[in-house]
């Protein structure tokens, strides 16, 4: 069965695959079931450290788009395999970690980043 919309949230709990085509071309093909999975955002919550320079250096290593403001960490991980391995490096290094926070990509942010914000109009 092939469900068309454009109500995402509908998409998001009735399908097991969703494919988004853009131009006539299918771009990307994922099951639901992934969207938990690969590049995701994380905010990490930490106790105040003596320089921050060193430690946004040192955060590549387990993501891109490392930022750090008022204690919180940002970054983008490729796999959430990867976020325990992350939580005992920080807390190794002898940083306080009050909390780690992935954030799951819904649906309509994917699309916006697949198909782009000026198809959706």
């Not at 995402?8 to 093909?29: A, M, N, P, W, Y």
Request: charged share 25%; glycine share 6%.
């Amino acid at each position: 069965v092939f469900l068309n919309s454009h109500l995402l949230s509908e998409v998001e709990v009735t399908c097991d695959r969703v494919v988004f085509i853009k131009h006539g071309s299918v771009v990307k093909d994922v099951a639901m079931k992934d969207l938990d999975h690969g590049p995701m955002p994380v905010v990490i919550r930490i106790g105040s450290v003596s320089t921050q320079d060193d430690l946004l250096r040192s955060l590549v290593q387990w993501g891109r788009d490392v930022s750090i403001e008022d204690n919180r960490i940002r970054l983008v991980v490729d796999d959430d395999s990867r976020l325990p391995d992350l939580a005992r490096w920080l807390i190794g290094q002898g940083i306080d970690l009050y909390s780690l926070m992935p954030q799951h990509v819904s649906l309509e942010e994917l699309f916006l980043q697949i198909v782009g914000a000026e198809e959706s109009l």
